[in-house]
């Protein structure tokens, strides 16, 4: 899969079949959408049991793991290709990593993120700018 020219830098879109070490499963029952990212990140990054299940929380929880970082960082996360994808929601996703590793570099920490998967995604097609 390329990569759109609208792409942030600090987050690539790699071919499933070249993932080779594990990566956070962002679908769950061959769905994508705002209850699967989020619980996907809550159950990853172990957040809280107060955590509010919205980006905003999400965000604030991730920006201490952010805080935490010693070294560059890499996060992965995969998609699967039967999964049905609210794209809104992916958008929303992909804007809260934007945001993150634009935190991450203005502390002086790496923070990338990559996303595998061999499903259908432009950016072009999202519902709003990413």
């Not at 965000?59 to 793991?65: A, R, S, T, V, W």
Request: with cysteine; aromatic share 12%; glycine share 4%.
């Amino acid at each position: 899969m390329s990569a759109a020219a609208s792409q942030p830098a600090a987050i690539t879109w790699q071919p499933r079949g070249q993932l080779d070490q594990p990566a956070i499963a962002l679908d769950a029952d061959n769905r994508l959408n705002k209850s699967t990212l989020l619980r996907a990140l809550s159950e990853s990054f172990r957040f809280p049991d107060y955590f509010g299940e919205n980006w905003d929380a999400a965000y604030d929880l991730l920006l201490d793991e952010v805080d935490q970082l010693t070294e560059p960082a890499l996060w992965r996360f995969s998609i699967d290709r039967a999964a049905e994808m609210d794209k809104t929601d992916l958008a929303d996703w992909i804007q809260l990593m934007t945001d993150l590793c634009a935190y991450a570099e203005s502390r002086g920490h790496g923070l990338w993120v990559e996303i595998y998967s061999d499903a259908e995604v432009n950016y072009d097609t999202f519902d709003r700018p990413v």
